[in-house]
């Protein structure tokens, strides 16, 4: 499986399922916790899914033919929406070491430029293997390391065997310079040819931008502008790179299409100049604490009416991809910062984990919330587990006790891809191999290592 040759249709590889996969069916007497504003939530509820859509949700709901599920014990919620994450990175999971030298930059830039395209594929499986396995439907694939068309490819590739939604934003081989554009004619080929690589409509592409570093990155922007495409750009995450939100307004290089990462040293007119383009912002808060950035400044996003999704960023720094982990940070953060035990409620971190997080990739109409109409992405959580015992409140108990470990049940676009606590349409041990082959590979190659890593 591991092996790269010629490009695979990924028409073809989509057909490679592993389970019969029921068309309709329906979960029976679940608590399920909507996160839509009108219908709240509902205890003993069905959610009735049919072609990969939420044909309904409500109490006792008829559905004849449609498979049953039973719910009971389970809380049934929107799947984690993830906005920020370099796939490519899950290789180097935890690799960020302990001096400057070693650090997550020296590390990535370095390792990064021996990649080979099969290592793109190889991460994205271990990555997509690893959201689906944590309850997250949706990843923001932010790839900074295209070094040639068939790096992009084999990434896609993952993706869409992995079934998971994902948008690819297509960035610069790691290490190149500033001056150098990306690979526009690529970029260009892809979104002309989208429909072979977006998976029925769950792949969608983007421009991973370097922000305006050069003349050449503002051309990537300005030729991302012309092919409809959105863009992502990391903005104040450094106390050095403050201004840097300042200045992309200044130049009008903010507005609706744009998702502005970390943002952490943004004054009062950086986050108004925010709010009123319309951009997003991203927040990875296990990669903004452990890398030295800064505390995460949610609750002002949020008060200046700004959509605000939440990120793993990178595995060499996060670790792991727990969303509920990151729900919590982000909380705890929030009420930390205030010095107030009520500043950011448990149902505000759950929202932005799922329908706020969806609303900042401008998904909010599709995804994010269990709404009749919607895509069929959602999770069901096992509370009979000695970590979530006593049932109390649903919000707070996803927000502080869950654990990816919990999640039973993950749909994607109606697709069952986790059913009684294990991945259902790929061989995790193999994928584990894969990883681990792949990453001796790189550390051969690379000759990277640091003074308190074995080998
Ligand atoms: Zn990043």
Redesign the pocket.
Known sequence: MGALGAAVPLRLARSQARVTQPTEFVIRNAYVLTMDGALGDLPNADVHVRNGAIAAVGRALQAPGAEPIDGAGMLVLPGLVET?W?IWGTLLRSLSGDRQEHGYFPTSRTVGTFYTANDMYVAARLAAAEAVNSGITFVHD?C?NVRSPEFAESDLRALAEAGIRARFSYGSPTGASNDAPIDLADLARLQTRWKDYANGGLLTLGLAWRGAASEASLRDRTRAVELGLPISV?AN?FKTSAGGIAALAKANLLDSRTQV??AIWSTPEEIRALADSGSSVSV?PY?ELRIGFGMPIVADFRAAGIEVGL?V??PALSGNADMFAIMKAIQNIENGRATDEFKMTARRALELGTIGGARSMGLGDSIGSLVPGKRADLIMVNTRMVNLAVVSEPAHLLVEAAQPANVDTVVVDGKILKRGGALTQVDVGAIVDEAAAAYAALHKRSGWTWPESPG
């Open positions: 920020h370099h932010w900074h990391h995450n990462i970390h990875s990669t990120s960023d990178t």
